[in-house]
T-cell receptor, first 113, second 109 residues
Framework: ETGVTQTPRHLVMGMTNKKSLKCEQHLGHNAMYWYKQSAKKPLELMFVYNFKEQTENNSVPSRFSPECPNSSHLFLHLHTLQPEDSALYLC????????????FGNGTRLTVT | GQNIDQPTEMTATEGAIVQINCTYQTSGFNGLFWYQQHAGEAPTFLSYNVLDGLEEKGRFSSFLSRSKGYSYLLLKELQMKDSASYLCAVKDSNYQLIWGAGTKLIIKP
C-alpha cells in the first residue's frame, strides 16, 4: 500500500475512445502530480496541482485534460489519443508543491491501439 | 539545457557491493534525490542529499559532490530484491525536479 492509489492498473483504448485515469491519495498532502513514464526515458512532468489549483502544464497536448476536484483526488481525462501516448502514467503527491519527496502510485499502463 | 546522466543498466552479484553514478548539469541546485522502482510498481523515495558528503541509511548510502555535479548510490550486501531501477533526480533553482532515465540494476545469484 503506497498511500497513493491509481485505477485502472491497465488500460487499452482505441484512438477514438474517451477514458479517464483516477488517482486518490490518503496522505493528507496538498499537491498532486501527473507524470508520464516511457521506457528508457526520464519521467516527464505533465501537470501539477497545489491546493487544488493547477500550477504546471508542461506543454501537454489538449487530448490530456486534468481535473482536481479536491486535494485527495486527481483525474486525467483522455480523448483521441495517439499510439505514441502509450506509456505508464504515474500519479504522485507531496506535502505541498516543491516540497518533496514525492509519493507515487503504481501507475496506469496505457496502451493506445 | 538541463541534463541528468546515469548508466542505463548494471549487473551485480548477490552479496556484493554496487555503485550507481549520477552526473547532472542543471540551472541551480536545491537537492538530489534517489528513488527505487521495482518493475510494475511505484517509485519509492530512498535518499536526499543537499550538502556534500555521504548519507548512510542501512545497506544504502548516497554521496554528493556539488562542485563536481556528481552523486552516487552505494548498495551493500546486495539481495535479489534489490533488482530494480534506480532513478536520480535533481531539484533545480525553480524547485523543479529534473529526472534521469534511471539505471536498471540486475542482481545475479
Amino acid at each position: 500500500e503506497t498511500g497513493v492509489t491509481q485505477t485502472p492498473r491497465h488500460l487499452v483504448m482505441g484512438m477514438t475512445n474517451k477514458k479517464s485515469l483516477k488517482c486518490e491519495q490518503h496522505l493528507g498532502h496538498n499537491a498532486m502530480y501527473w507524470y508520464k513514464q516511457s521506457a528508457k526515458k526520464p519521467l516527464e512532468l505533465m501537470f501539477v496541482y497545489n491546493f487544488k489549483e493547477q500550477t504546471e502544464n508542461n506543454s501537454v497536448p489538449s487530448r490530456f485534460s486534468p481535473e482536481c476536484p479536491n486535494s485527495s483526488h486527481l483525474f486525467l481525462h483522455l480523448h483521441t489519443l495517439q499510439p505514441e501516448d502509450s506509456a505508464l502514467y504515474l500519479c504522485a503527491s507531496s506535502q505541498e508543491a516543491e516540497i518533496h519527496p514525492l509519493h507515487f502510485g503504481n501507475g496506469t499502463r496505457l496502451t493506445v491501439t | 539545457g538541463q541534463n541528468i546522466d546515469q548508466p542505463t543498466e548494471m549487473t551485480a552479484t548477490e552479496g556484493a557491493i554496487v555503485q550507481i553514478n549520477c552526473t547532472y548539469q542543471t540551472s541551480g541546485f536545491n537537492g538530489l534525490f534517489w528513488y527505487q522502482q521495482h518493475a510494475g510498481e511505484a517509485p519509492t523515495f530512498l535518499s536526499y542529499n543537499v550538502l556534500d558528503g555521504l548519507e548512510e541509511k542501512g545497506r544504502f548510502s548516497s554521496f554528493l559532490s556539488r562542485s563536481k555535479g556528481y552523486s552516487y548510490l552505494l548498495l551493500k550486501e546486495l539481495q535479489m530484491k534489490d533488482s530494480a531501477s534506480y532513478l536520480c533526480a535533481v531539484k533545480d533553482s525553480n524547485y523543479q525536479l529534473i529526472w534521469g532515465a534511471g539505471t536498471k540494476l540486475i542482481i545475479k545469484p
